[in-house]
């Protein structure tokens, strides 16, 4: 089976977060005779191929598994099976690039201790830092992180990347409003919670573009709102949900704590209830700027290299490079549709492109040897 097979039978079976069984079998039995890898699995999904030579640090290369809950409508002849999912966000795509590098691997035995993991659920669940949680990475002596993700913003071709915060900080938010409910032509028997649940919005956007720094992108989000049963009724709850995206720490924080006081000050004027909750959030991802810098000297000739600027869009292998100088960087795919449309579908030729790169960082680190993480 080729890359371009194993990557069409991927896209046909995509599967949600943790549920990433089918799929995990499909990776297992590919490398099921490969002696040279020891396979590590998790109480949930994913898996972790290690390839081990000497005693020195391991260098780790991330994919992740999971699709989201999107009816396809690309109409190609390799589309999703399972109803009401896809590989909306290119996850096929990067497995299919990990599972070549692994390949090239075991076929030219470099000198260099590898991980390769096949990471479970990173659209919203943070899958990386479940798998962190489980102490595997404690038995490793781990130099260097390093992961991709396609984008249509860029043509097959090309890579770009950037040093420092190149994924924003991504912060879900759940406001639930309760009031109480009465006959709309007696207002005065009731506490409309839709009201209080404009004002929040309302507040929340106003103090937003004036309490950060124009120049610090922030942003606030309510993507879903439920409010009332009845046209004729004064709604008894209003629940908001949504999500905020900062480039730092500090401004996470800080509109964490706008929020949760301007739901308070909402709900004491209106004389109702709220509960806030932050049921989720991603680390940042950093770039070294070592690493960074060795991406650009190995594109070469054959894949140009851009520029590019820091990406409100939430990833969790910030988790990763939290914890160990990191590198993931977009890889162009030809593609006008954004991610996470129903009608995305990305040029398969990126595949190996993406395994090139990886295969040139192996390469790299053992040219360089122990002067690979040091300044240029």
Same mark, same amino acid.
């Given at each position: 089976?080729?890359?371009?097979?194993?990557?069409?039978?991927? $896209?046909?079976?995509?599967? *949600?977060?943790?549920?990433?069984?089918?799929?995990?079998?499909?990776?297992?039995?590919?490398?099921? %005779?490969?002696?040279? *890898?020891?396979? $590590?699995?998790?109480?949930?999904?994913?898996?972790?191929?290690?390839?081990?030579?000497?005693?020195?640090?391991?260098?780790?290369?991330?994919?992740?598994?999971?699709?989201?809950?999107?009816?396809?409508?690309?109409?190609?002849?390799?589309?999703?099976?399972?109803?009401?999912?896809?590989?909306?966000?290119?996850?096929?795509?990067?497995?299919?690039?990990?599972?070549?590098?692994?390949?090239?691997? *075991?076929?030219?035995?470099?000198?260099?201790?590898?991980?390769?993991?096949?990471?479970?659920?990173?659209?919203?669940?943070?899958?990386?830092?479940?798998?962190?949680?489980?102490?595997?990475?404690?038995? @490793?002596?781990?130099?260097? /992180?390093?992961?991709?993700?396609?984008?249509?913003?860029? +043509?097959?071709?090309?890579?770009?990347?950037?040093?420092?915060?190149?994924?924003?900080? +991504?912060?879900? @938010?759940?406001?639930?409003?309760?009031?109480?409910? =009465?006959?709309?032509?007696?207002?005065?028997?009731?506490?409309?919670?839709?009201?209080?649940?404009?004002?929040?919005?309302?507040?929340?956007?106003?103090?937003?573009?004036?309490?950060?720094?124009?120049?610090? #992108?922030? /942003?606030?989000?309510?993507?879903?709102?439920?409010?009332?049963?009845?046209?004729? =009724?004064? #709604?008894?709850?209003?629940?908001?949900?949504?999500?905020?995206?900062?480039?730092?720490?500090?401004?996470?924080?800080?509109?964490?704590?706008?929020?949760? %006081?301007?739901?308070?000050?909402?709900?004491?004027?209106?004389?109702?209830?709220?509960? /806030?909750?932050? +049921? =989720?959030?991603?680390?940042?991802?950093? %770039?070294?700027?070592?690493? !960074?810098?060795?991406?650009? %000297?190995?594109?070469?000739?054959?894949?140009? @290299?851009?520029?590019?600027?820091?990406?409100?869009?939430?990833?969790?292998?910030?988790?990763?490079?939290?914890?160990?100088?990191?590198?993931?960087?977009? *890889?162009?795919? !030809? !593609?006008?549709?954004?991610? $996470? =449309?129903?009608?995305?579908?990305?040029?398969?030729?990126?595949?190996?492109?993406?395994?090139?790169?990886?295969?040139?960082?192996?390469?790299?680190?053992?040219?360089?040897?122990?002067?690979?993480?040091?300044?240029?």
């Amino acid at each position: 089976m080729n890359l371009y097979q194993i990557r069409q039978k991927l $896209h046909q079976i995509p599967e *949600l977060a943790y549920e990433e069984k089918k799929t995990q079998s499909f990776i297992l039995e590919l490398f099921k %005779n490969e002696k040279k *890898l020891k396979t $590590h699995l998790f109480p949930t999904t994913g898996i972790l191929f290690e390839y081990k030579r000497n005693e020195q640090p391991y260098l780790l290369f991330r994919a992740d598994m999971d699709a989201l809950p999107i009816a396809e409508e690309t109409g190609c002849e390799f589309t999703s099976k399972n109803t009401g999912i896809m590989h909306a966000c290119g996850h096929d795509i990067h497995m299919t690039i990990l599972i070549g590098l692994i390949k090239e691997v *075991l076929t030219k035995k470099p000198d260099q201790n590898i991980l390769f993991l096949f990471q479970p659920a990173e659209e919203g669940h943070g899958g990386a830092k479940t798998i962190i949680n489980t102490g595997i990475f404690n038995n @490793f002596s781990i130099e260097a /992180v390093f992961a991709l993700h396609i984008t249509g913003k860029y +043509p097959t071709g090309t890579i770009a990347s950037k040093s420092g915060i190149i994924f924003g900080i +991504p912060q879900e @938010f759940d406001i639930n409003i309760t009031g109480k409910s =009465s006959h709309v032509a007696m207002p005065q028997n009731g506490k409309d919670a839709f009201l209080a649940g404009i004002d929040f919005y309302q507040s929340l956007s106003l103090i937003t573009s004036k309490a950060f720094s124009p120049i610090e #992108p922030v /942003v606030f989000h309510v993507g879903y709102v439920q409010a009332g049963t009845m046209r004729n =009724s004064l #709604p008894a709850q209003c629940i908001m949900q949504g999500t905020t995206r900062t480039l730092t720490k500090e401004n996470q924080l800080k509109l964490n704590q706008l929020i949760e %006081n301007t739901a308070k000050a909402v709900a004491l004027k209106y004389d109702q209830n709220v509960e /806030v909750g932050f +049921p =989720s959030t991603y680390d940042p991802v950093v %770039n070294h700027p070592v690493l !960074n810098q060795h991406l650009k %000297n190995i594109c070469g000739k054959d894949i140009q @290299f851009i520029d590019t600027q820091a990406s409100m869009t939430g990833e969790d292998f910030g988790f990763f490079t939290s914890l160990y100088p990191g590198l993931l960087f977009w *890889l162009g795919t !030809n !593609n006008s549709e954004d991610l $996470h =449309s129903s009608t995305f579908l990305p040029d398969q030729n990126s595949i190996t492109i993406g395994i090139k790169l990886f295969t040139r960082i192996i390469e790299l680190k053992l040219l360089l040897k122990k002067d690979f993480l040091k300044q240029l």
